[in-house]
């Protein structure tokens, strides 16, 4: 079993559309929870971070950490062309070593 | 503030060939990790380093991948030789004392033939 699954997509919504990213893990020790927006040919760009469990919101962008459940969301709200990209999720339970999931290609339509 | 840079940004090769990447972490930055991101695949961690010393290379294939931090500075990853499946992208990235300061550069795309 993998550390962290992450469901490929591709997903593909309308402009204006509320999108929601998932990820499940097996370890319990985790505590740090990462999302990454990676545009095509560009490294990873760290999106929102939380530590523990509860709720971060960022503008348009919101991450939730339910760790009873071990499943962690990222939703994006008013989607814009412009978040046309692959999400990733990482997570550690040190802070040290991030384990990643395979990454969400996401195609906002306008 | 610069961002990590990474060189070269492509690199094609035949198999059992040698090739060598390197990378400048952000100034300042005491962390510097090594990934290797297979196509459709999230980044996986090969090495860390704190300052001029190894945290983690437990996922490094060393019979062929080496990787140094000379001066605490700058790094070089190296393969030899290199194999088909080591077709991927490397990644660099540098942290700070901060969980969320970690900053990828824009990695190194090698095709081995």
């Known amino acids: 079993q993998k550390e962290v699954e992450q469901d490929p997509g591709p997903l593909s919504v309308p402009e204006g559309a509320i999108v929601s990213l998932n990820c499940t893990y097996s370890?319990?020790?985790?505590?740090?929870f990462m999302w990454y927006r990676q545009y095509s040919r560009k490294g990873p760009e760290l999106l929102m971070y939380?530590?523990?469990?509860g709720n971060k919101e960022d503008g348009r962008f919101t991450a939730q950490v339910d760790k009873s459940s071990k499943y962690i969301s990222l939703f994006i709200r008013d989607s814009q062309p412009s978040d046309s990209a692959t999400y990733l999720c990482?997570?550690?339970?040190?802070?040290?070593?991030?384990?990643f999931g395979t990454g969400t290609s996401l195609t906002v339509i306008p | 503030e610069a961002g990590v840079a990474q060189s070269p940004r492509y690199k094609i090769i035949e198999k059992r060939q040698s090739v060598a990447f390197w990378c400048n972490p952000i100034?300042?930055?005491?962390?510097l990790y090594w990934y290797q991101q297979i196509l459709g695949q999230g980044p996986k961690l090969l090495i860390q380093?704190?300052?001029?010393?190894?945290?983690?290379d437990s996922q490094l294939p060393k019979d062929r991948f080496s990787a140094e931090r000379l001066k605490g500075v700058d790094s070089t990853l190296k393969i030899q030789p290199a194999k088909l499946e080591d077709s991927a992208v490397y990644l660099c990235?540098?942290?700070?004392?901060?969980?969320?300061?970690?900053?990828f550069g824009p990695g190194t795309r090698l095709t081995v033939l």
């Open positions: 990235a540098s942290s700070g004392a901060r969980v969320d300061e970690q900053f």
């Open positions: 370890n319990s020790a985790f505590q740090y």
């Open positions: 939380t530590y523990s469990s």
């Open positions: 990482a997570m550690s339970d040190s802070g040290n070593q991030f384990y």
């Open positions: 100034s300042g930055h005491a962390t």
């Open positions: 380093f704190q300052n001029n010393g190894v945290v983690d």
